[in-house]
């Protein structure tokens, strides 16, 4: 039975810790590694974080059908989602997990050939937004007003996913994404 858990939401705003929790809590699911053509960040490891190649490598794997969904998320940034992700983690009998922006999920949920379960996390306002980015430290002032314009236009299309979760407390939001994960993976269709 196929079975694909898709995470998103706007940039900081908590999808990556989230994920994190739910491969702790669920040893049936995998980490799905995105590709990119950004720069590798500190502490970031090819094939672990992303797949990180250049812009020509990217745009060939548009070109020839190998990613199931892929947005230029920002002016010559792309990122997507590997067909042979799903595939490697199909071998290891597991289900994907993807960790995705939200019109990347919006495409692979138009994509798959079944209903994966579709998870929409938000923050609980655009201001709380702007400390989290800030705080990670990872972005220019400039870039952080980017994502937050960006996360307004990406917050407007939450009633297309399953479930929308505001993430304003942490530990009520692992507790809510783990329930309705635990749910899907016991279902039978």
Same mark, same amino acid.
């Given at each position: 039975?196929?079975?694909?858990?898709?995470?998103?939401?706007?940039?900081?705003?908590?999808?990556?810790?989230?994920?994190?929790?739910?491969?702790?809590?669920?040893?049936?699911?995998?980490?799905?590694?995105?590709?990119?053509?950004?720069?590798?960040?500190?502490?970031?490891?090819?094939?672990?974080?992303?797949?990180?190649?250049?812009?020509?490598?990217?745009?060939?794997?548009?070109?020839?059908?190998?990613?199931?969904?892929?947005?230029?998320?920002?002016?010559?940034?792309?990122?997507?989602? +590997?067909?042979?992700?799903?595939?490697?983690?199909?071998?290891?009998?597991?289900?994907?997990?993807?960790?995705?922006?939200?019109?990347?999920?919006?495409?692979?949920?138009?994509?798959?050939?079944?209903?994966?379960?579709? +998870?929409?996390?938000?923050?609980?306002?655009?201001?709380? =937004?702007?400390?989290? =980015?800030?705080?990670?430290?990872?972005?220019?002032?400039e870039t952080i007003q980017k994502r937050l314009g960006k996360a307004e236009i990406e917050m407007q299309e939450y009633r297309q996913f399953d479930f929308a979760i505001v993430n304003d407390d942490l530990s009520k939001a692992k507790s809510?994404?783990?329930?309705?994960?635990?749910?899907?993976?016991?279902?039978?269709?």
């Amino acid at each position: 039975m196929q079975k694909v858990i898709i995470l998103t939401g706007p940039s900081g705003v908590g999808k990556n810790t989230l994920g994190d929790f739910l491969l702790e809590q669920f040893p049936q699911l995998s980490y799905s590694v995105s590709a990119t053509n950004r720069p590798i960040r500190k502490g970031e490891e090819d094939g672990r974080d992303y797949h990180f190649m250049n812009r020509e490598a990217f745009e060939e794997k548009i070109r020839t059908d190998e990613l199931l969904e892929w947005q230029e998320v920002y002016d010559g940034t792309y990122y997507g989602t +590997l067909k042979s992700e799903l595939e490697r983690i199909n071998q290891l009998n597991k289900f994907p997990l993807l960790v995705v922006d939200v019109f990347g999920a919006l495409n692979v949920m138009k994509n798959l050939k079944f209903k994966p379960l579709s +998870l929409f996390i938000l923050p609980k306002d655009l201001e709380v =937004l702007r400390q989290r =980015l800030e705080n990670r430290g990872t972005d220019t002032p400039e870039t952080i007003q980017k994502r937050l314009g960006k996360a307004e236009i990406e917050m407007q299309e939450y009633r297309q996913f399953d479930f929308a979760i505001v993430n304003d407390d942490l530990s009520k939001a692992k507790s809510q994404v783990a329930s309705i994960v635990d749910d899907f993976l016991k279902s039978t269709h």
